[in-house]
């Protein structure tokens, strides 16, 4: 059996797929919700043109580098790619993970404020360079980010989520004979891919609101281990440097680790011996790992303190109107005038953005008086 | 005729007596600048300003003295004597903390002892893994009663090496640390033939000599050859055997080989002789690393000087083959069979020790000696000797027999001071523990007349059994010769006849000898931890660090739970946040920035099919119009 279907070979691909579908399912999900084929085709389709474009350049990129690291680790004897891996796991890794995270919050403010997000998301895909003119970089850098944002999210994902996967495949593959790879890395892909189409079937069943919690909760918590993970890498690079090779050789056992950075260790249950098996997937959803270090659980619980911080501020700007300790805004200030207004006081003279088409607003902010 | 026989006999040992000296030697240990590879300058451990550092000679029943005096300055030291069976001296074997205290810096130390054996032998430091940085020389005790005199023209010493371009303690340092956790050894920088590199021996045709080869390295193991010769192996550590012809040999660190080697009837070419450094043990080999050094058969000063020639394969002379001249029959069975497990393995603080039998040697507080002789009747017990000693205590002229198995993919070359020993059985590569099955059913048979010697190779997971008689009380290490692995503990010590040696050198430790532990406030009376009042205490004594967790220790159960805690609480807050309605506040705000947006991006908002929909709960497929 083990000469056409090698185990971690599939393992390795269902979970990368896993992570990068869970990603890619929830983006077409929401759009599919938000503007639907009935409500604004042409955004709508604008947008699903960036999720696939951003998937599928991400998978040629990573298949050409793929191949060409192959390449240079069979043709040259070198592998050029080992010394750094860990680094470049890390970094990603991190990016992925603030990226995932920012997203995450504003899918999730989309229940409320659709009408908000159609338009914008509208205004970002049709805007015209000439409306920025004048505007300063953090602001077209916004811009730009906004109207591709459908583009980059997936592209960043399956860009890295490939690269894994060509190098662990690149990695087992030595031991085992070629006719064992096909097989197992079509399932693995077919695995997942069919894991992520129930994901998008079940989200279009049910409530937006429910749909978009239970998604946003997920993509969380593989935000969370990812950013543990990406902690994680950078230390395994620094470990590997001391070493002055690759620690991984001696598997999991003892010298495979930093002793004195170590919060457990067990020598069983590694996600990145062998293709990792369940526990590789367990390290995809949850950055599960077997051996810990102070850094990587500290980054995670850090993540999750800083998520529930960001949530609680959110909702606390979104009942007051301000941050704590600050100052109000000039929209609780319009809020006071209705009220005030509406009670027949006039001395207030903010003025409604209504009455003054002069204000500008590039980038839907907050209104400025005049 | 019988007559004369019988007086010259007696001439002669009259002769021998007397003609027995007192060998002296005072040995000033200081640093000199040497560069003996030609690529890279460094101190070494020179002895009176001379490096390489003299030999020492003598002859059969010679009384050698060595006055040493440590001028190194900022270190001790100590001589060990390699292959002498130190009968009635164990206190001058020169070890550190089990026959002496070192020898500190600014302080003299005499060595005093009979020599009663001939062979070659060596001499180097004991102490602290130092003796690769220079302080290892031959010693050569000549046998008037050679059996083979009559077959050599001349003797020839050659020493073998691997040398190293930095200094031991920095190696040490890097070799026994958290950061090189698979025990990688450092690997030499090039290999020496009597300290030097291209020596060139010059020779006459026609005649045969003695050469004394002995492996003075720290570490590597040399296959050694000589081009277009064979030649006849007659002794080995010391002890003369029947004449096997032999073109390539393979020597371990510490061992020595005899051989007689005749010279080529014609003079015409030159020849090379070639020491290659066994390269399986290196870890890492840096590029441009020679691991050979080339000698040279001059027979003709004018001819060139050959390059050393390819070898496609090592083919190394087995030594088990030899039988001993002496025909010393194998040793009846033993009263002890003493069986050890040679491991390597990482312990708590994350460096890799090795292991004999899961101890790891950590030096005792007090000599292993002179617990021997404070301790009384109690010198029996080993407990008085200390766990990480490793004591094995034998009693007095018993066959003893060691089986050895090695549980590592390294090749060792394992050394008994005080003796040399019988090999019985070695195994095979990968032949796994020795079974004694194997005797039982006829695999493998004891030789008659086994070869002896006192330095033994074992091979990658192999084993091998060897037997020897505990007629010598003292205290001698039993330990592998590579110096990287005597700094990481795989040492044993035996405690050879403990009664009888306390009888033995009863007061007859010289004062310089505790001078050398008084002098760093080293204790020397007393059980491994210096407690002389009650010996079976061994509380505060030299230990190995304890063993690495293998599972979730306290530490780590209370990380994984927070961080679930931590996973469920900020999931918990996402189901808050995504419940939580709009507020009118925020409302009001989005409602004058949709309206802006919907102004500067030109969309009209209508009414129908494409009207927008704003609904705080916002489920999908329903909506409510809302006028703008």
New interface residues.
């Given amino acids: 059996m083990v000469n056409v279907f090698a185990v971690p070979v599939f393992f390795i691909l269902f979970r990368e797929t896993l992570e990068t579908v869970i990603i890619v399912s929830v983006l077409f999900s929401f759009l599919k ?1 938000q503007l639907g084929p ?3 085709p042409v955004v709508y389709k604008k947008l699903r043109k960036q999720v696939w474009l951003g998937t599928l350049i991400g998978l040629a990129i990573c298949l050409v580098i793929g191949c060409g690291m192959i390449g240079a680790f069979y043709g040259l004897g070198t592998d050029k790619w080992a010394s750094t891996e860990d680094l470049w796991e890390g970094i990603f890794s991190l990016v992925a993970s603030l990226v995932i995270s920012v997203m995450g919050a504003a899918l ?1 403010r ?7 997000w ?3 998301l ?2 970002a895909v ?2 015209k360079n000439s409306e920025h003119h004048g505007a300063s970089m953090r602001q077209k850098m916004k811009a730009f980010a906004e109207k591709y944002a459908m583009f980059f999210l997936p592209f960043i994902t399956v860009l890295r989520e490939g690269l894994e996967a060509v190098v662990f495949i690149g990695g087992v593959s030595l031991g085992l004979p070629a006719s064992a790879i096909p097989l197992p890395a079509i399932c693995g892909l077919l695995a997942g891919v069919i894991i992520g189409w129930l994901i998008y079937r079940g989200g ?1 069943r049910m ?3 429910t749909f ?2 239970i998604s ?2 997920v993509l ?2 593989v935000a ?1 281990g990812l950013f543990s993970k990406s902690v994680w890498y950078l230390e395994v690079h620094a470990w590997n440097k ?4 690759d ?1 991984s ?2 598997g999991s056992g ?3 680790y ?3 950075k170590s ?5 069983c249950c590694s996600p990145g011996v062998n293709g990792g098996g369940g526990w590789g997937i367990f390290n995809a959803l ?1 950055g599960w790992q077997n051996s ?1 270090t102070y850094g990587s ?1 500290i980054s ?2 850090m993540y ?2 800083a ?2 911080v960001g ?2 501020l ?2 606390f700007k ?4 301000r941050l704590p300790f600050m100052k109000a805004k000039v ?2 200030c ?2 006071e005038a ?1 009220k005030n207004a509406s009670r027949g006081d006039s001395s207030v003279d903010h003025v409604a ?2 009455k003054d ?1 002069a ?1 500008n ?1 590039h980038n ?1 902010g907050d ?1 400025s008086p005049a | 005729m019988a007559l004369a026989k019988v007086l010259l006999l007696a001439l002669t040992s009259l002769a021998t007596t007397t003609l027995a000296d007192v060998r002296q030697y005072d040995f000033t240990v200081g640093w000199v600048d040497r560069n003996p590879d030609g690529q890279h300058e460094r101190r070494v451990m020179g002895i009176n300003g001379q490096w390489p550092i003299p030999a020492i000679y003598a002859t059969v029943g010679d009384q050698v003295v060595v006055n040493l005096k440590n001028e190194l300055g900022d270190r001790p030291c100590s001589l060990h004597f390699h292959g002498l069976y130190m009968n009635g001296t164990s206190h001058m074997d020169g070890v550190a903390q089990s026959t002496q205290c070192p020898v500190p810096a600014n302080s003299s130390f005499t060595y005093s002892f009979n020599v009663t054996q001939p062979g070659t032998y060596w001499y180097h430091s004991h102490v602290d893994g130092q003796y690769p940085d220079g302080l290892r020389g031959p010693l050569i005790v000549h046998d008037p009663e050679n059996p083979y005199a009559d077959q050599f023209d001349e003797e020839l010493v050659l020493t073998l090496s691997d040398w190293y371009h930095d200094e031991m303690p920095g190696l040490i340092s890097s070799f026994l640390s958290v950061t090189n956790p698979t025990g990688a050894e450092p690997v030499p920088n090039s290999a020496l033939m009597n300290d030097t590199q291209n020596l060139q021996i010059p020779v006459e045709p026609n005649k045969t000599f003695f050469m004394r080869i002995i492996n003075i390295a720290g570490f590597a193991a040399q296959y050694f050859w000589i081009e277009g010769h064979t030649f006849r192996i007659i002794e080995v550590d010391g002890i003369y055997h029947k004449p096997l012809e032999a073109d390539m040999i393979y020597v371990t660190a510490a061992q020595r080989y005899g051989i007689l080697l005749t010279t080529k009837n014609d003079s015409s070419e030159n020849f090379a002789i070639v020491g290659a450094m066994d390269q399986d043990l290196f870890d890492v080999v840096p590029d441009g690393l020679n691991p050979n050094v080339t000698s040279y058969l001059v027979y003709n000063t004018e001819a060139s000087l050959p390059n050393a020639t390819f070898v496609d394969e090592f083919k190394p002379f087995d030594d088990i083959l030899l039988e001993p001249t002496d025909e010393l029959a194998l040793f009846e069975d033993p009263i002890l069979s003493y069986t050890v497990d040679v491991k390597m393995d990482n312990l708590k603080d994350g460096v890799n020790y090795a292991f004999f039998n899961d101890v790891t040697f950590v030096r005792p507080k007090v000599p292993t000696l002179y617990t021997v002789l404070t301790s009384g009747n109690l010198s029996t017990d080993p407990t008085v000797y200390g766990i990480n000693t490793h004591p094995l205590v034998l009693d007095h002229n018993q066959v003893v027999e060691i089986v050895l198995n090695n549980h590592d993919p390294g090749k060792h070359p394992f050394h008994l001071h005080g003796h040399d020993f019988q090999v019985l059985a070695r195994g095979d590569d990968d032949s796994g523990d020795w079974d004694s099955e194997a005797l039982s059913n006829g695999t493998v048979t004891y030789p008659a007349t086994p070869m002896r010697r006192d330095t033994l190779l074992v091979r990658p997971n192999g084993h091998f059994v060897i037997r020897f008689r505990s007629d010598n009380p003292g205290v001698w290490l039993f330990h592998c010769h590579i110096e990287w692995h005597v700094d990481s503990g795989l040492t044993l010590t035996v405690v050879e006849a403990p009664l009888q040696l306390q009888q033995q050198l009863a007061g007859k430790i010289p004062e310089d000898h505790y001078d050398a532990c008084r002098a760093e406030g080293m204790p020397y009376e007393g059980n491994a931890a210096g407690n002389t009042v009650n010996l079976l205490d061994t509380q505060g004594m030299n230990m190995s660090p304890g063993l690495l967790p293998t599972g979730f220790t306290p530490r780590g159960i209370v990380a994984l739970t927070f961080s679930i805690v931590a996973g469920l609480l900020g999931v918990a807050v996402i189901v808050w946040y995504g419940l939580s309605e709009i507020t009118p506040t925020e409302q009001e705000r989005e409602e004058s920035k949709i309206d802006a947006l919907a102004k500067s991006s030109g969309i009209v908002e209508v009414t129908g099919v494409n009207a927008a929909e704003v609904d705080t709960k916002g489920k999908a497929g329903h909506g409510n119009a809302r006028p703008v």
């Fill in positions: 919700l009935h409500r604004d999730l989309v229940s409320k404020l659709q009408e908000k159609r338009l914008k509208a205004k049709e805007a279009n409530p937006l609101q978009l919690i946003t909760c969380y918590l969370a001391a070493t002055g090779g620690a050789e001696n003892p010298g495979s930093d002793i004195r919060v457990w260790h067990v020598n949850l810990a659980v995670y619980n999750w303190l998520v529930i949530f609680v959110l909702r979104e009942k007051r109107g929209a609780e319009k809020f209705k953005e209504k088409p204000v607003v839907g209104i």
